[in-house]
């Protein structure tokens, strides 16, 4: 039902943004920000109530929790960057949504060193049994 409730919010945003933005165009980017904004809190808050299920999966599987944390901070990075381009790409700034995109990469790519460094190591182990 969550999802009747997000596209409510993401068309009353449009249309609010569509009627502003004729006479208005400062209020019509106010209002697509706040729109996306309390878009993205309503789906941390339903997505903080899942987290749970991922400390369970690496408590099973015996993954270090810090690599499950590293890998929900890129998954957020990656959409948070992903969600904050399309904003600034509608508002006609491509060049700014790019280079947003671009240093998210790099983000994502810092945060995945220590999982890389954890595969080898892994790796590493294997062919010592060898």
Not at 7 to 16: H, K, L, N, P, Q
Not at 25 to 42: D, H, Q, R, W
Not at 97 to 107: E, R, S
């Amino acid at each position: 039902m969550q999802i009747f409730q997000l596209v409510g919010i993401a068309f009353i945003t449009a249309v609010a943004a569509l009627i502003l933005k004729g006479t208005k165009p400062e209020l019509a980017f106010a209002v697509t920000i706040a729109g996306s904004i309390i878009l993205l809190l309503f789906v941390f808050e339903l997505f903080q109530n899942s987290i749970g299920i991922f400390e369970k999966i690496a408590n099973a599987t015996g993954i270090d929790s810090s690599l499950v944390k590293i890998l929900l901070k890129m998954l957020g990075i990656g959409y948070l960057v992903e969600f904050s381009a399309g904003i600034l790409s509608d508002f006609g700034q491509n060049s700014v949504a790019d280079k947003l995109v671009f240093c998210g990469k790099i983000l994502l790519l810092i945060l995945a060193i220590p999982i890389l460094e954890s595969v080898l190591t892994l790796i590493n182990k294997l062919l010592g049994l060898v």
